[in-house]
């Protein structure tokens, strides 16, 4: 079965610095890579989703996301951070021939003004 | 707006009851899931149906069980509740999920926060 890391448990950046969330994933065969971002009390909400082909992906909100299969990555990037991106991010792996979902533990984003 | 929707948005209730959570899907989404995500366990999954039958279980205690009505909605009951059973509980469904299996992205309800007392 698949699984995810992230790495990161928790992440503080700067208003209007660049972002990048890591993502590591662990599958045999190609998976389905998603992003999910909740914010505080709420659902999440997805941000992102690679399937097949291009590996850069662009997602709501201004994130970008590249599969890197070399590296089992799927970093989650934004250039430049706003104060209303503070959340907790969490990214998931699937497959294309089972039901199993997999989340990682997520990584909690804190902007400084 | 996602367009999963879930009720009760809360609920307070004492050890050893049972609730129910409620679930309605998005339009024309035929796999549900249900998630408790708490403090120390993080996102559990719990248990999905696709088009009325169980596909997949994930950690789900023998006092939870859900099912799936004719018309996608979902419900999960949850029985002989402890203190540690107090979390977030969510919904979520996905356009696709064949029969055959294949997960794709969901879309999550705004969540039933579950405390237990």
């Known amino acids: 079965a698949q699984s995810v890391t992230q790495p990161d448990i928790h992440i503080t950046v700067s208003e209007g610095a660049s972002l990048e969330l890591r993502c590591n994933y662990s599958?045999?065969?190609?998976?389905?890579l998603f992003w999910y971002v909740q914010s505080p009390g709420q659902g999440l909400q997805l941000l992102l989703k690679y399937f097949s082909g291009d590996t850069l992906v662009q997602g709501i909100k201004g994130f970008e996301a590249e599969f890197k299969r070399s590296q089992s990555s799927f970093n989650l990037r934004k250039p430049s951070v706003h104060w209303s991106d503070a959340a907790e991010y969490f990214c998931?792996?699937?497959?294309?021939?089972?039901?199993?979902?997999?989340f990682g533990a997520g990584t909690r984003l804190t902007v400084k003004p | 707006d996602s367009g999963v929707t879930q009720t009760p948005k809360h609920l307070i209730t004492a050890t050893g009851q049972r609730v129910t959570l409620r679930c309605s899907p998005r339009s024309g989404d035929l796999s549900v899931y249900w998630y408790q995500q708490s403090l120390d366990q993080g996102l559990q999954f719990l248990i999905q149906y696709y088009n009325g039958e169980e596909r997949a279980k994930g950690n789900i205690l023998e006092r939870f069980s859900a099912q799936q009505f004719p018309d996608l909605h979902s419900e999960l009951n949850l029985s002989s509740l402890e203190l540690g059973d107090s979390a977030l509980y969510f919904c979520?469904?996905?356009?696709?999920?064949?029969?055959?299996?294949?997960?794709?992205?969901?879309?999550f309800g705004p969540g039933t926060r579950l405390t237990v007392t």
């Open positions: 979520a469904s996905s356009p696709r999920g064949l029969a055959g299996g294949g997960s794709y992205e969901q879309y």
């Open positions: 998931a792996v699937g497959s294309y021939n089972n039901n199993d979902m997999r």
């Open positions: 599958y045999g065969a190609t998976p389905y």
